[in-house]
């Protein structure tokens, strides 16, 4: 059957009508109340077909808006296909700029991810480095600027804070690595020390973990300082022990296998901190051993002082020999026997004040040194004039004879040497007044003032020297009177009795307080008289001058 239309129902209407006998107003109305039916549904359509147009042109609008809004957001054109076409009707401008949108939407939420990512890397670093222990929260990002520009700025940001966190994971590493060693050194527990600065750094499985806080940077370092302290004090004492140990040792003779027994202790006695880096090196124990056996050695020398003091004494005696200090040490060890016997005298007082008296007389001794030094010379040049002459008087020095030219050479440097003994002995003099206005006393040698002696020996040259003039001057005499007469021959005589200027034998310069020549330098110097001390004639070829 064919579809009914408006017309075909409007005839059959009217039929109806005709069959019914409805009359013309009637008709009229139902007429009229159908077309304003059919208006109204027309005008509902229209209606609803506005709207429909409207909502598509604020979807078209709210379209490129937020077309518009993504391109600003994330910075990029030329990536983007930008739809050409703004004209025709409105679906065709929907479909147009749906793909753009759509592929901006994509990249939004890509590059959200990317800034979300960013962000909380960069939020869980500081959050290391402040030290929080809070969880880890989201991350708010930022749609308004999503653009590559600032995602770079992220990434820089990032890069700057990994950088900072390595480098506290370096400073993490050497601080713990600090304290493992001189935990090693002091014998203290590594892990127990790190734990309470924070329990992290004992895990050394993961570097990550360990916490890079301020905090902990700061609490490290104060435990690396007071280590170092401690370390310092340690082997401060340690070291003040094996320097009693070993004084300890000389004075008792100590073998050196019971010595042996303490090598841990006094290879460290001048170390410094920093050399010191053998495990349990400052252990407490070893400290409290060390102090034991300085207390032991120290009631052991209680008892053998009497043999410690003497051995002191001998070695204040050996200074004063050495210096040429006339001393009485018959008295002074009778004296310290009868402190010792008469126990008046505690004696670790009696070795302390041994002790002052040795140091002392050892900064006397440097005081005469330089002196000392100078009259050795004195005396070689002195040596050297004594054989001089000898040596003039021989008149067959010239001859072929064998070792006559060694003497020659000899001659000519004792020449040299004779001619400073003034300059020699003028600086002496000056030296030791000096020396004497300096100190307050008067410098002996050996018991004699050396101003004395050099007196006497400059009145001694010159009457020599004036003999010698007067003997020259009778021989010239005598040879204008009567002629040169050859003189006999007279070999140089190496047996020759040593005798002063005055012709009379002179007395050994250095002597001990009780009159007795000192072993030692009697074994260095032969007896020699008043202006000079024997030494060897091919040594005095080599005297140098002062």
Known sequence: MAEPTCGSLLLQLQHIWDE?????????????????????????????????????????????LEFSTLLGSLGEKSSINI???????????????????????????????????????????????AGSNELAGSVTVDVSDLSLKKLEEFHNRLQELQKEKSQRLNKVHEFVSTLHDICGVLAIDFYSTVSDVHPSLVDASSAQSKSISNDTLARLAKSVIALEEAKKQRLHKLQDLAAQLIELWNLMDTSEEERSLFNHVTCNISASVDEVAVPGALALNLIEQAKEEVERLDQLKASKMKEIVLKKQEELEEIFAHAHIQNDTKAAREKILALIDSGNVEPAELLADMDAKVIKAKEEALSRKDILDKIEKWMSACEEESWLEDYNRDHNRYNGSRGAHLNLKRAEKARVLVSKIPGIVDTLVAKTRTWESEHGMTFAYDGVPLLAMLDEYSVLRHGKEEEKRRIRDQKKEQEAMFGTKPSPARPLSSSKKTTGPNGAPNRRLSLNQNGTRSAKRDNMRPVAPLNYVAISKEDAAAAVTP
């Open 83 to 129: 739809p050409e076409k703004t004209s025709g009707t409105i679906n065709e401008q929907l479909a147009s700029i749906a793909p753009a949108l759509e592929q901006l939407w994509k990249k939004k939420e890509e590059r959200i991810k990317e800034f979300s990512d960013v962000q909380a890397q960069i939020k869980k670093i500081c959050r290391e480095i």
């Open 20 to 64: 019914v006998g409805e009359s013309d107003e009637e008709r009229d109305k139902a007429l009229l109340q159908i077309e304003q039916e059919c208006l109204n549904v027309y005008k509902r359509k229209v209606d609803q077909a506005a709207k429909s147009k409207e909502h598509l042109l604020q979807t078209l609008e709210d379209a490129k």
